[in-house]
């Protein structure tokens, strides 16, 4: 019997790790295997699911739905060779179009001993009702469409007025959306509802070149004053970005740092570590990422930074 792959979609920030972690801490006893795909060269998405599971693997420094698509295959044979898992989650990147990664599933010879299962897409509601540009953009829409089930994520308080959002989705041929109510299905129910229509033969239309990142370390803790002006000075350039971050002012505490959109966060973070880890991602149009290491380096990591 074939192993069911499922891949997770959705734009940057939409909620992808969130819903795997939720998914792999109510596994129920399930055996899965997760493959993550970050963008830059630091694995935040590998570190923030380890907690919930041993059995994750990070893709780095690329696109699974382009350059990597090698090592996604790689690292599929090598689960399939270690281990005995009843199921295997990959996360896309923000960035990747699924279309891409569909096509490298299609490898016969993995085909037999693991196949595409479902696709899912998570969407995120908040974005979509503060950017309402989000619906004509071609990533967003490729995401959407290669999709087999949609779950919505960051509800606004009010489900009702989810009314206008559900029902332009179901426009566009999408409309199996669960989860209005903020709730997620389990696992086994997620598996099978794919359509197995895949065209090997489909291209990518999207702009790889769209995005570009910046990815930063210091090995000391910074000011966090500093951090909080210099974070809201970049934001406006910035669709999303993460990292470990110590503070100065916070002595022992190791924090998470999340950027989607103008929303920022800090939450205390399991991996323990000296220093910051900084991922930062932006369209080439409005993100220079020269000029930003160069802020951050100037306002961070001088004497009186
Ligand atoms: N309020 C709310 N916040 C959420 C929800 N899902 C995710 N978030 C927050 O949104 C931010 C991004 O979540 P992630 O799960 O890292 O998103 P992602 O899609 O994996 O992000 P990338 O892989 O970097 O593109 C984090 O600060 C999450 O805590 C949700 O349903 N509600």
Redesign the pocket.
């Known amino acids: 019997m074939t192993v069911p792959i499922l891949l997770i979609t ?10 795997i972690n939720e998914m792999l801490r109510d596994a129920g006893g399930m055996r899965i295997a997760a493959i993550v795909n ?1 963008f830059g060269s630091i694995n935040i ?1 590998a570190a ?1 699911l380890e907690t919930a599971s041993d059995d994750v693997i990070g893709l780095k420094n690329g696109c699974i739905c382009c350059s990597l698509q090698g090592d996604l295959l790689r690292t599929l044979r090598q689960i399939l060779r270690q281990g005995d898992p009843q199921l295997i989650v990959i ?1 896309a ?2 960035i990747a179009d699924p279309q891409g990664i569909v096509t490298a599933l299609m490898d016969p010879v993995l085909w037999q001993a693991a196949t595409l299962d479902t696709i899912l897409c ?1 969407v995120d509601a ?1 974005d979509l009702s503060t950017n309402p540009d989000r619906w004509q953009d071609p990533l967003w829409q490729a995401q959407i469409a290669s999709a087999d089930i949609i779950q919505l ?3 606004p308080p009010k489900s009702a007025s989810l009314a206008p959002l559900t029902a332009r989705l179901a426009a566009m041929g999408k409309p199996a959306v669960f989860g209005q109510d ?1 709730s997620t299905l389990a696992v086994r129910d997620l598996i099978g509802r794919g359509t197995h229509r895949r065209d090997p033969g489909q291209r990518s239309l999207i702009d790889s070149g769209r995005f570009t990142s910046l990815e930063w370390s210091c090995e000391t803790p910074v000011s966090m004053p500093r951090f909080q002006r210099l974070i809201g000075a970049l934001s406006g350039q910035l669709l ?1 970005a ?1 990292g470990f971050l110590t503070f100065r002012e916070k002595p022992g505490e190791h924090l998470l740092f ?1 950027l ?1 959109g103008r929303r920022a ?1 800090l939450a205390p973070s399991e991996r323990k570590q000296n220093g910051c880890q900084l991922v930062l991602i932006g369209e080439k149009s409005d993100f220079d990422p020269d000029a930003a290491e160069q802020r951050l380096n100037t306002e961070l990591l001088t004497p009186s930074g």
């Open positions: 959705g734009f940057l920030g939409a909620g992808k790790t969130s819903f970050d998405d923030l996360e990147s923000g998570i908040e994520s960051k509800l903020g999303r993460k999340q989607v966060s």
